[in-house]
């Protein structure tokens, strides 16, 4: 079964910083295209950051400048590091493959909290 499971998370001041990861089973990471998205409460899930499996990345406007997406393919497992965070990142980050290729299992996300 494909899964990915994300950790990393935490508290944290406006204007820190913390790296998420997310590891994945059930199939080679270099041959996707991965994503990273992220669910505030009482709001849909949102896309945040894209790469491809040739190390092209794009992200969603709001992260631009702040956030870096990455992955180690052989760790299988894709990374977000994130700085000069603010209040309004605060959410559950989930990490899947794109959806051309049919989500991957949901993992539990790791939680993001930024609050003074």
């Known amino acids: 079964q494909v899964r990915a499971v994300e950790s990393g ?4 001041q406006p204007g820190g910083s913390l790296t998420l990861s997310c590891a994945v089973s ?14 505030a409460p009482g709001k849909q899930r949102e896309w945040v950051a894209r790469i491809t499996s040739g190390g092209m990345r794009s ?9 870096t997406i990455s992955r180690d393919n052989n ?13 309004e990142d605060t ?24 609050s003074s």
């Open 9 to 12: 998370g935490g508290v944290v």
């Open 26 to 39: 059930g199939m080679f990471l270099d041959r996707y295209v991965m994503e990273w998205y992220r669910q």
């Open 59 to 67: 992200y969603a406007d709001p992260v631009v400048g702040r956030f």
């Open 75 to 87: 760790k299988n497992t894709m990374y977000l590091q994130m700085s000069s965070l603010k209040p």
């Open 91 to 114: 959410g559950l980050y989930y990490c899947n493959r794109d959806p051309e290729y049919g989500y991957m299992s949901w993992g539990q996300g790791t939680q993001v909290t930024v």
